[in-house]
């Protein structure tokens, strides 16, 4: 029992020592997260029901479109 026990502790601490990366970190690519179209905020839920063709629920369409309406 004792020595199930020393192989499964040996085998835990090498597969953590394998999941951690040795060295420094570094910067794999840099871009922008700015996506080619842009949408405001109020005009969202008219353009996911349109693409989802789910304009017929009307109801949660209005809930969506109150929760997306700035209060500023």
Request: aromatic letters at 6%.
């Amino acid at each position: 029992m004792a020595a199930t026990a020393g192989v499964a502790g040996v085998l835990q601490e090498s597969s953590r020592r394998g999941q951690r990366p040795s060295g420094t970190a570094a910067v794999l690519a840099i871009g922008t997260a700015n996506p080619a179209n842009c949408l405001h905020q109020d005009e969202y839920p008219d353009w996911y029901f349109r693409v989802t063709k789910s304009d017929h629920l009307a109801t949660l369409k209005n809930k969506m479109k109150r929760i997306c309406t700035d209060h500023y």
